[in-house]
């Protein structure tokens, strides 16, 4: 017999554009067609609820200082050493960071509107 999976309803949480503060406190692979992205999960530290935001880079074996996964990390102080292998999640679980966020129309449905981590915003919290 399978696990029941309870959810609870609870109202849409309207994330004010701006520089919020939170936390990463996980990763999750994701798959999309054929392209593999890695989405950072970041909790709010100073909104009510403490909403999660995804943010996704693409998710490939070698991580250059160009790449989406690359520029986050070294903008969290990673430094850049070429043919070292490093654990994605031990370094970015828990990390204080700031970031921008911007309120967009979904492309399917302009009425809704989503928030969104700005590209390259975050950064280490001061």
């Known amino acids: 017999m399978e696990e029941p999976n309870i959810k609870t309803w609870v109202k849409s949480q309207t994330i004010p554009n701006g520089v919020h ?14 392209y593999k992205y890695l989405d950072i999960v970041v909790k709010f530290t100073e909104l009510e609820n403490n909403p999660e935001l995804k943010y996704g880079v693409p ?28 654990d994605v999640n031990k370094i970015l679980i828990g990390k204080k960071i700031s970031f921008q966020v911007l309120n967009k129309p979904s492309k399917k449905d302009p009425m809704k509107i989503y928030a969104n981590i700005v590209e390259d915003s975050i950064s280490l919290q001061n």
Request: hydrophobic share 35%; glycine share 10%; charged share 30%.
């Open 21 to 34: 503060n939170g936390e990463i406190i996980m990763t999750e692979p994701r798959v999309y067609g054929e």
């Open 59 to 86: 998710n490939t074996d070698n991580i250059s200082e160009n790449s989406k996964l690359g520029r986050l990390l070294i903008a969290l102080g990673i430094k850049f050493e070429e043919n070292t292998d490093i």
